[in-house]
């Protein structure tokens, strides 16, 4: 599958180094960590790459980004800080906000949705399996926005999941009519996904979606550690924000 473009040659940068853990931007098409395919081609992974550009065999990470997405993933060092993040996340005190460019312009400046999410199931309006929808047996998730800026039928959005579900940002962006630029899944062409799978990231499908992956950033992450309140940032990655400036503002 020929899903590996120029992008993937940014590689991974540490944004934070702590004696307990790393803070590392991620770069758009990287794994977080190793996942075996049995397709021909190696995707990268964060994980392994530090690993190897560290020394650090223990490096472990306490969340996950999907491969589309980019920014700020934490890798713990050792067992001890492992186990005192698995609290933290199980415990809801790793804040995290994501930047994400949709098509469409909300009518509202802040907006939170308790909508909960579950698989959408297979079937004739759904090749997809891991897609997610906002169903009535679904497991909690609220997600708070914040629209930021509009462009030319466009608009930039701020995200901060209270949940961890799967999808969960871009689930609740479509289900708010707004979905976001360059997602096979949860766009408007439902069957992008399945197109990706059969034939790589072809120009054309690029062209058709806007980007080669999902407009979504991780570019906050905050958590208490040690008695202090540890803040990382990242700002918008070069193609997000190529195309953003691309557009033309609203008047």
């Known amino acids: ?8 040659l940014e590689k991974p940068r540490i944004v934070t ?22 397709g021909r ?44 993040f698995f609290t933290l996340f199980k415990t809801h005190l790793v804040g995290k906000s994501y930047l994400a460019i949709v098509r469409g312009t909300p009518d509202w400046e802040r907006r939170t949705l308790d909508a909960p999410l579950g698989d959408l199931g297979l079937g004739a309006a759904n090749r997809v399996l891991m897609r997610q929808a906002v169903v009535p047996n679904g ?45 096979k899944i949860y766009g408007p062409e439902r069957d992008a996904f399945v197109e990706f ?9 690029t062209a058709r979606l806007g980007l080669e992956r999902q407009a979504l950033h991780a570019a906050r992450i905050a958590f208490p550690w040690a008695g202090a309140q540890m803040v990382a940032e990242a700002e918008l990655p070069g193609d997000m924000a190529g195309f953003w400036a691309a557009l033309e503002p609203e008047v």
């Open 17 to 38: 180094e702590h004696p307990d853990f790393y803070i590392v931007h991620k770069p758009a098409l990287w794994l977080t960590h190793r996942v075996h395919r049995g």
């Open 197 to 205: 799978i059969e034939t790589g990231q072809t120009p054309e499908l």
């Open 139 to 183: 497991r909690p998730a609220i997600t708070d926005f914040r629209m930021l800026e509009k462009r030319n039928g466009h608009a930039l959005i701020e995200a901060h999941p209270r949940s961890g579900r799967l999808h969960q940002i871009r689930a609740h962006l479509f289900h708010l009519g707004l979905p976001m630029v360059g997602d």
């Open 41 to 84: 081609v190696e995707v990268p992974d964060v994980l392994g790459w530090m690993q190897r550009e560290t020394g650090e065999p223990d490096l472990s990470p306490p969340h996950r980004l999907d491969r589309e997405t980019s920014g700020l993933l934490v890798l713990s060092r050792d067992t001890d800080a492992a186990r005192r």
């Open 1 to 8: 599958m020929g899903d590996l473009t120029a992008s993937t």
